[in-house]
């Protein structure tokens, strides 16, 4: 004897249709524009492909060359670790020092606010285009340098510079940074400050003992896309310091990524320009990885018994 569907077993099939109905553009987009494109990309960087005619199988050839014959990769990777080294740890200083700042009771927090973040918002390229008049000789920066006795040094004319200039650049962002901060801060218990500061403890121990280790998963993230963003800084690069007129200064500054695109679009070399990516991530991996490992020594979670 034939039994009818409960009318529970047919709700949740109608609630898993409609689930499947609506995840399915970004599965639709995570297989055409992410998924597809990487098996692709790992396809040709194991071939000699200029885009346009047929690819030609070299097998592991791009990846040894790289390795053992491209001084100009390793210069690029040299350089990206010198940025990220630097940009990275003091953007984190920064937005820390801001965030602890505007947590106190000053005039004009909220227009400080605003003012600090607002930087996040401007497009890149405008960014790029204002630093690169702050940064002239004669601009800005070398000025206020002047009034004090330092004569700047030629930031983007000079391949020694170019990476520093770079650096200050990125403190420019330290907005985002800053507002995660400043809202973990929000978010520590006032006993805690109100037991400690019973106990004796002064602002300088309340913040190390207290405010600190309830920022260190907000700060484990600002470190974690912070290492993401530096090892593929590109706009920066290609638009401050153009290799046309200042070549001497784009090869002291030059990238893991500005160096792929040029091999990519540049030189119409795919295959290795995929080569490239590939040993790229592999990179903001190991690095990404390394972070993670270190998570026990020094991130603090409330729910986390120690």
């Known amino acids: 004897m034939a039994t ?16 499947y109905l609506f995840v399915s553009p970004w599965v639709i987009g995570f297989l055409v524009f992410l998924l597809g494109p990487m098996i692709a990309s790992m396809y040709y960087s194991l071939t000699d492909w200029d885009s346009f005619t047929a690819p030609q199988w070299v097998g592991f050839k791009n990846y040894v060359t790289l390795l053992t014959d491209d001084p100009r990769f390793w210069q690029a990777l040299w350089h ?18 801001l965030a602890n700042l505007l947590n106190k009771q000053v005039r004009a927090r909220k227009l400080l606010r605003t003012l600090i973040y607002l930087p ?34 030629d930031w983007l004319l000079d391949g020694s510079w170019a990476t520093p200039a770079l650096i200050v650049m990125s403190a420019w962002s330290a907005g985002s940074a800053t507002v995660l901060l400043l809202a973990a801060m929000k978010g520590i218990p006032k006993e805690l400050y109100e037991a400690a500061e019973v106990d004796g403890a002064g602002p300088v121990r309340q913040f190390w003992s207290v405010t600190l280790p309830h920022l260190t998963p907000i700060i484990f993230f600002n470190l974690i896309m912070g290492l993401i963003g530096a090892f593929q800084v590109f706009a920066q690069v290609y638009i401050l310091i153009p290799k046309g007129k200042m070549r001497a200064a784009y090869d002291g500054a030059e990238t893991m990524v500005p160096y792929l695109f040029d091999e990519a679009f540049g030189n119409y070399h795919m295959g290795y320009a995929s080569a490239i990516s590939w040993l790229l991530f592999l990179v903001v991996l190991g690095f990404t990885l390394i972070a993670f490992r270190t998570t026990r020594r020094w991130v603090f979670y409330e729910t986390e018994v120690k």
């Open 4 to 19: 009818t569907p409960k009318p529970a077993s047919r709700r949740r099939r109608r609630e898993a249709l409609w689930f």
């Open 80 to 97: 990206t670790f010198s940025y990220a080294a630097i940009s990275v740890p003091l953007g984190l200083v920064l937005g820390l020092w």
């Open 120 to 153: 996040t918002l401007v497009p890149l390229v405008a960014t790029a285009m204002i630093f690169r008049q702050v940064l002239a000789p004669n601009g800005p920066l070398n000025d206020a340098l002047g009034l004090i006795g330092i004569s700047g040094p």
